[in-house]
């Protein structure tokens, strides 16, 4: 008896296995090309997809350059009681989210923790928000003008950075009375001055073909985004996946997409929410301004005081003013002078903190105004005076 | 001269050594007292939670502050306390004793003399291990949502997701939580099977098998390592909470059998070349 | 009877490292013997056993069992042969009667519906019934033995292979485990005893093999290895003389003890070979001359053969 050939389907099967591995990924890319689009043409198709149905996970990817922490017991990476380490959290951590859509006026998304899950839950005009953490939800009525079929979904895939100039993002009414491609035509004109265009159509996200749409800002080094990337499903216009860039760093800076999307309508059931016996129930009234991902931000968003804007396009600058940041205690984001973690985040600078991310600057001032920029810290140094 | 028939004689039940290993198993004192072990997490945290009534929100393991209100959640807790360390320690004692237990007792020998076939009674160890890990976990389960039941008011279930079960749906869920738990344990059971057929020391492969297991979800707590992390076969093991979600989420239970089942393979066939090939001289 | 052999082994060799374990090893068993297996600790008896039966490959050489290749016939053939290897092994925390069902539903062949009856048919056999359902970690060594000789008997067996049987048993345990295999015998089962008792195998044995350091010394019936061991021994004054007659009737010398040359001492003793008969011997010396104080014709006891054959004494006393 060869004891070689016993060995055989040892050795054989890690090698197979490993081999499907390497090659799953390769079948699974073999999706058909699309016809050529222009992107004005891609952005139109973005805007017919707004009544779309479907479900999916999302995947968001955060490489900021900001130090990472371990992970420590089960359920504590996510949702702790700090405001600060949630915060962290959110610009360290990985995150998946399950995205059931039906049409505009039907979503929910539940942020999948560990063991945890933060879900958001709107069915016409009735918002609610739940954190199996907390035990807390609250409920949201939207106005009536808010609610009525804005095509803003209260949230998404899709982030609501004004830069990218997505169509998901703040739509005012105006938007609405136009034509799909006569808001591509806006778009389009709104960032050409600042930013190259291009499109390709050979990637395939979520195993589904898909346009990408490339934004590449025309300022060169005075903004800290190398390029945006918006990946739209050819077939539906569905916006799949945004990955942004920074310049001098090779992995993505931040994405967001869709690892895995399903286009049948999600059952009624999962729209319809009716709190748990022994959940804390707050009620609010929305405002008319588009409420945010946030579950806390949209009841203290009025209570704020305005940001003042300099620049335009990708090296914009938002200085907010003092006390907007350290309103009440339940504000997601603290004084910088309340939390140790912060300092350590942070460097010192003339007048202030900084904060330097891969993508993102924030400049905190000692009398407590906040810069914040895509930009190189210099730039919002130079800002204040 | 008596001639025994070499072919297989009437009556022979092929699964005969399954039923043998698995009474042999479960009669042994070390094993039922591993159960108990595992049968007292839920029953010390429910009484934990009884005499001091704690249910301070967002503190301790998941769910915990759920049961002064739930009864039932008793079962998840324990098995959120019991998964890093408790159900890999006794999986990893069955699963590291699988043939070294045997070959150090000197049974071995007369298994393969009976013969039992080097490849059938592998296979029977292993399932050996692996029903082991279902008992484990239902012990679990099942002691934790009966303790509580007891002791605490029971009723409709909240989920993760914010909305509530019945009874039915509720016994379904938690059935397949077991079938998770269970499955997430059979890659590492294969891991153990295997350590276990390169020595005669069973003390020496449940250590390191246990270990292995502690090193792994420690790799999987450090972000810089998360290129690996989708390939540790402890990584989803927590998932079971994504059956606690609404609608449930099958994604990590496909991909966790997706995992287990590569782990199965890599590491049987390693076992099966080892101990195929292996002089048994204990 | 068939006409091959239970056992036939061709150039078995076991190397572990650089010790050749088993060497070179031609080995055949007949069918319906009881054949020794002799040789002192560490001479590669249990080696040769643990290849026999699959437990240990060989390097090289070729096995056949019961006339099938071993170990590619592995699962057709073992089912007829019951093994006691090395000393028992046992379950501590299962009772005896336990541990051999366990034993018994490891053969897939076993037929479960009869597991029970020949459980305890095994066991009152050897003589364990009243022990059976106690505990196995309260045996007693010879307990443990009997079981292990027990688990070989579970089937009616063509080849029982017994790795030092009597060993951990008092004289009455010892006498029934040689009944035991007497009876065996008798029923036509080829039994491979394995031993470092001498005094057992003679009792027992109508075949010896003898093994000393992996190599194969003698090989035969007891008949033919008891009979080229007669000697004789001629004690005179006269040794030279008697020397030179023993010789010129081609007897091969003993080895003279040292310091002496052949003759020098008091006595000459040399190999009684065959045709040659003690009186020829006899009238030969006393036709030369030789003065004979004494001349004795011995069979030399196998103890003195196989120390002669393996150069290290054995344990008669057992």
Same mark, same amino acid.
């Given at each position: 008896?060869?004891?070689?050939?016993?060995?055989?389907?040892?050795?054989?099967?890690?090698?197979?296995?490993?081999?499907?591995?390497?090659?799953?990924?390769?079948?699974?890319?073999?999706?058909?090309?699309?016809?050529?689009?222009?992107?004005?043409?891609?952005?139109?198709?973005?805007?017919?997809?707004?009544?779309?149905?479907?479900?999916?996970?999302?995947?968001?990817?955060?490489?900021?350059?900001?130090?990472?922490?371990?992970? /420590? !017991? @089960?359920?504590?990476?996510?949702?702790?009681?700090?405001?600060?380490?949630?915060?962290?959290?959110?610009?360290?951590?990985?995150?998946?989210?399950?995205?059931?859509?039906?049409?505009?006026?039907?979503?929910?998304? &539940?942020?999948?923790?560990?063991? /945890?899950?933060?879900?958001?839950?709107?069915?016409?005009?009735?918002?609610?928000?739940?954190?199996?953490?907390?035990?807390?939800?609250?409920?949201?009525?939207?106005?009536?003008?808010?609610?009525?079929?804005?095509?803003?979904?209260?949230?998404?895939?899709?982030?609501?950075?004004?830069?990218?100039?997505?169509?998901?993002?703040?739509?005012?009414?105006?938007?609405?009375?136009?034509?799909?491609?006569?808001?591509?035509?806006?778009?389009? &004109?709104?960032?050409?001055?600042?930013?190259?265009?291009?499109?390709?159509?050979?990637?395939?996200? $979520?195993? %589904?073909?898909?346009?990408?749409?490339?934004?590449?800002?025309?300022?060169?080094?005075?903004?800290?985004?190398?390029?945006?990337?918006?990946?739209?499903?050819?077939?539906?216009?569905? @916006?799949?996946?945004?990955?942004?860039?920074?310049?001098?760093?090779?992995?993505? $800076?931040?994405?967001?997409?869709?690892?895995?999307?399903?286009?049948?309508?999600?059952?009624?059931?999962?729209?319809?929410?009716?709190?748990?016996?022994?959940?804390?129930?707050?009620?609010?009234?929305?405002?008319?301004?588009?409420?945010?991902?946030?579950?806390?931000?949209?009841?203290?968003?009025?209570?704020?005081?305005?940001?003042?804007?300099?620049?335009?396009?990708?090296?914009?600058?938002?200085?907010?003013?003092?006390? /907007?940041?350290?309103?009440?205690?339940?504000?997601?984001?603290?004084?910088?002078?309340?939390?140790?973690?912060?300092?350590?985040?942070?460097?010192?600078?003339?007048?202030?903190?900084?904060?330097?991310?891969? #993508?993102?600057?924030?400049?905190?001032?000692?009398?407590?105004?906040?810069?914040?920029?895509?930009?190189?810290?210099?730039? *919002?140094?130079?800002?204040? &005076? | 001269?008596?001639?025994?028939?070499?072919?297989?004689?009437?009556?022979?039940?092929?699964?005969?050594?399954?039923?043998?290993?698995?009474?042999?198993?479960?009669?042994?004192?070390r094993t039922i007292a591993m159960l108990g072990a595992l049968a007292l997490v839920p029953i010390l945290i429910a009484i934990a939670?009884?005499?001091?009534?704690?249910?301070?929100?967002?503190?301790?393991?998941?769910?915990?502050?759920?049961?002064?209100?739930?009864?039932?959640?008793?079962?998840?807790?324990?098995?959120?306390?019991?998964?890093?360390?408790?159900?890999? *320690?006794?999986?990893?004692?069955?699963?590291?004793?699988?043939?070294?237990?045997?070959?150090?007792?000197?049974?071995?020998?007369?298994?393969?003399?009976?013969?039992?076939?080097r490849l059938r009674l592998l296979g029977v160890k292993y399932l050996g291990a692996a029903v082991f890990a279902i008992a484990a976990s239902a012990v679990i389960v099942v002691v934790g949502i009966g303790i509580g039941a007891l002791l605490f008011p029971?009723?409709?279930?909240?989920?993760?997701?914010?909305?509530?079960?019945?009874?039915?749906?509720?016994?379904?869920?938690?059935?397949?939580?077991?079938?998770?738990?269970?499955?997430?344990?059979?890659?590492?059971? /294969?891991?153990?099977?295997?350590?276990?057929?390169?020595?005669?020391?069973?003390?020496?492969?449940?250590?390191?098998?246990?270990?292995?297991?502690?090193?792994?979800?420690?790799?999987?707590?450090?972000?810089?390592?998360?290129?690996?992390?989708?390939?540790?076969?402890?990584?989803?093991?927590?998932?079971?909470?994504?059956?606690? %979600?609404?609608?449930?989420?099958?994604?990590?239970?496909?991909?966790?059998?997706?995992?287990?089942?590569?782990?199965?393979?890599?590491?049987?066939? *390693?076992?099966?070349?080892?101990?195929?090939?292996?002089?048994?001289?204990? | 009877?068939?006409?091959?052999?239970?056992?036939?082994?061709?150039?078995?060799?076991?190397?572990?490292?650089?010790?050749?374990?088993?060497?070179? *090893?031609?080995?055949?068993?007949?069918?319906?013997?009881?054949?020794?297996?002799?040789?002192?600790?560490?001479?590669?008896?249990?080696?040769?056993? %643990?290849?026999?039966? !699959?437990?240990?490959?060989?390097?090289?050489?070729?096995?056949?069992?019961?006339?099938?290749?071993?170990?590619?016939?592995?699962?057709?053939?073992?089912?007829?042969? !019951?093994? #006691?290897?090395?000393?028992?092994?046992?379950?501590?925390? #299962?009772?005896?009667?336990?541990?051999?069902?366990?034993?018994?539903?490891?053969?897939?062949?076993?037929?479960? $519906?009869?597991? %029970?009856?020949?459980?305890?048919?095994?066991?009152?056999?050897?003589?364990?019934?009243?022990?059976?359902?106690?505990?196995?970690?309260?045996?007693?060594?010879?307990?443990? &033995?009997?079981?292990?000789?027990?688990? $070989?008997?579970?089937?009616?067996?063509?080849?029982?292979?017994?790795?030092?049987?009597?060993?951990?048993?008092?004289?009455?345990?010892?006498?029934?485990?040689?009944?035991?295999?007497?009876? #065996?015998?008798?029923?036509?089962?080829?039994?491979?005893?394995?031993?470092?008792?001498?005094?057992?195998?003679?009792?027992?044995?109508?075949?010896?093999?003898?093994?000393?350091?992996?190599?194969?010394?003698?090989?035969?019936?007891?008949?033919?290895?008891?009979?080229?061991?007669?000697?004789?021994?001629?004690?005179?004054?006269?040794?030279?003389?008697?020397?030179?007659?023993?010789?010129?009737?081609?007897?091969?010398?003993?080895?003279?003890?040292?310091?002496?040359?052949? !003759?020098?001492?008091?006595?000459?003793?040399?190999?009684?070979?065959?045709?040659?008969?003690?009186?020829?011997?006899?009238?030969?010396?006393?036709?030369?001359?030789?003065?004979?104080?004494?001349?004795?014709?011995?069979?030399?006891?196998?103890?003195?053969?196989?120390?002669?054959?393996?150069?290290?004494?054995?344990?008669?006393?057992?």
């Amino acid at each position: 008896m060869n004891k070689n050939v016993k060995w055989l389907p040892a050795i054989l099967a890690p090698v197979l296995v490993i081999g499907a591995v390497v090659a799953a990924p390769a079948v699974a890319r073999a999706a058909s090309t699309p016809p050529d689009k222009t992107a004005q043409q891609v952005l139109a198709l973005i805007a017919t997809a707004k009544d779309a149905a479907y479900s999916g996970t999302v995947e968001q990817h955060s490489d900021l350059g900001l130090p990472q922490l371990p992970t /420590a !017991g @089960p359920g504590s990476s996510a949702g702790g009681s700090d405001a600060t380490a949630q915060i962290l959290d959110l610009l360290t951590a990985d995150h998946t989210a399950r995205v059931f859509v039906d049409g505009a006026s039907k979503q929910r998304v &539940q942020v999948l923790d560990k063991l /945890a899950e933060r879900d958001v839950i709107r069915n016409g005009s009735e918002v609610w928000t739940y954190d199996s953490k907390t035990k807390k939800a609250n409920r949201i009525t939207l106005s009536a003008r808010s609610s009525a079929g804005s095509g803003t979904p209260i949230i998404g895939p899709v982030p609501n950075d004004p830069d990218t100039s997505t169509p998901g993002g703040s739509a005012t009414p105006e938007l609405q009375t136009l034509s799909p491609a006569q808001l591509a035509d806006r778009a389009i &004109q709104a960032i050409t001055p600042s930013t190259y265009v291009a499109v390709t159509s050979t990637a395939s996200v $979520a195993g %589904r073909a898909v346009y990408e749409l490339e934004l590449t800002p025309k300022t060169g080094s005075a903004t800290l985004v190398s390029h945006v990337v918006l990946s739209v499903d050819a077939a539906t216009g569905l @916006p799949l996946r945004v990955v942004v860039d920074a310049r001098g760093q090779k992995a993505d $800076a931040f994405s967001v997409g869709f690892s895995s999307i399903d286009f049948s309508t999600p059952a009624a059931s999962l729209f319809r929410f009716t709190p748990p016996t022994g959940a804390t129930v707050t009620t609010h009234t929305a405002p008319a301004t588009s409420p945010t991902k946030k579950p806390h931000a949209a009841p203290n968003a009025a209570a704020h005081p305005k940001p003042t804007v300099t620049g335009t396009g990708w090296d914009t600058i938002v200085e907010l003013p003092a006390g /907007a940041t350290a309103t009440k205690g339940s504000s997601p984001t603290p004084s910088a002078t309340q939390s140790k973690l912060l300092d350590e985040l942070t460097t010192a600078v003339p007048g202030g903190r900084a904060l330097q991310t891969s #993508l993102l600057s924030v400049l905190l001032l000692d009398d407590g105004r906040v810069l914040v920029g895509s930009v190189p810290i210099a730039s *919002l140094e130079s800002a204040v &005076q | 001269m008596s001639r025994a028939e070499p072919a297989r004689a009437p009556g022979a039940r092929p699964f005969a050594l399954l039923g043998s290993e698995l009474a042999t198993l479960f009669r042994r004192r070390r094993t039922i007292a591993m159960l108990g072990a595992l049968a007292l997490v839920p029953i010390l945290i429910a009484i934990a939670v009884r005499v001091t009534s704690a249910g301070s929100s967002g503190r301790g393991p998941a769910f915990l502050s759920d049961i002064t209100q739930n009864g039932l959640f008793v079962g998840f807790t324990a098995l959120t306390v019991s998964i890093p360390l408790f159900l890999p *320690l006794t999986i990893g004692v069955v699963a590291g004793d699988t043939i070294a237990g045997e070959a150090s007792l000197g049974t071995l020998r007369y298994l393969l003399v009976a013969p039992a076939g080097r490849l059938r009674l592998l296979g029977v160890k292993y399932l050996g291990a692996a029903v082991f890990a279902i008992a484990a976990s239902a012990v679990i389960v099942v002691v934790g949502i009966g303790i509580g039941a007891l002791l605490f008011p029971i009723g409709p279930v909240t989920l993760l997701s914010g909305d509530t079960i019945g009874a039915g749906d509720f016994a379904l869920r938690a059935l397949l939580m077991i079938g998770y738990v269970s499955m997430s344990l059979l890659g590492f059971a /294969a891991i153990g099977t295997f350590i276990s057929t390169l020595t005669t020391v069973p003390v020496g492969a449940m250590a390191a098998t246990v270990v292995l297991a502690a090193a792994s979800q420690i790799m999987d707590a450090l972000p810089q390592l998360s290129a690996v992390h989708p390939w540790l076969f402890t990584h989803d093991w927590f998932a079971f909470g994504d059956l606690l %979600r609404n609608p449930i989420s099958w994604d990590s239970y496909a991909q966790n059998a997706v995992l287990q089942l590569g782990y199965i393979v890599v590491f049987g066939s *390693l076992a099966i070349g080892r101990f195929t090939t292996t002089d048994v001289l204990s | 009877m068939t006409t091959d052999a239970a056992i036939e082994t061709s150039g078995l060799t076991k190397i572990f490292g650089r010790q050749r374990a088993v060497d070179d *090893l031609d080995l055949t068993v007949p069918r319906g013997s009881v054949f020794g297996f002799l040789g002192p600790n560490g001479s590669g008896k249990t080696t040769t056993i %643990r290849m026999l039966l !699959g437990l240990a490959g060989a390097s090289s050489g070729e096995i056949r069992m019961l006339g099938a290749p071993m170990p590619g016939a592995l699962r057709s053939v073992l089912p007829r042969v !019951g093994a #006691l290897v090395e000393g028992p092994a046992i379950y501590p925390f #299962l009772s005896g009667r336990a541990n051999l069902l366990r034993l018994d539903a490891a053969d897939l062949h076993a037929p479960s $519906a009869t597991r %029970r009856a020949r459980v305890d048919a095994a066991l009152d056999r050897v003589g364990l019934s009243h022990a059976a359902q106690k505990k196995a970690h309260a045996y007693s060594l010879g307990m443990k &033995q009997r079981l292990g000789i027990a688990n $070989a008997l579970l089937r009616p067996r063509d080849l029982l292979i017994l790795d030092e049987p009597s060993n951990g048993l008092d004289p009455q345990g010892t006498r029934e485990v040689r009944s035991l295999i007497r009876s #065996l015998a008798a029923e036509g089962t080829t039994v491979f005893v394995s031993s470092h008792l001498l005094s057992e195998i003679e009792q027992l044995c109508s075949h010896v093999a003898v093994m000393s350091a992996g190599r194969l010394v003698a090989h035969g019936t007891l008949e033919e290895l008891r009979r080229g061991e007669v000697r004789v021994t001629v004690r005179t004054p006269d040794a030279a003389n008697a020397a030179r007659v023993l010789t010129e009737l081609n007897l091969p010398l003993d080895e003279p003890a040292s310091g002496d040359t052949a !003759g020098s001492g008091d006595s000459v003793s040399a190999v009684l070979v065959d045709g040659v008969l003690p009186e020829t011997v006899t009238a030969a010396l006393v036709a030369a001359g030789v003065r004979v104080r004494g001349l004795s014709v011995a069979g030399e006891t196998l103890e003195e053969r196989f120390v002669a054959l393996t150069g290290e004494g054995f344990d008669v006393a057992g």
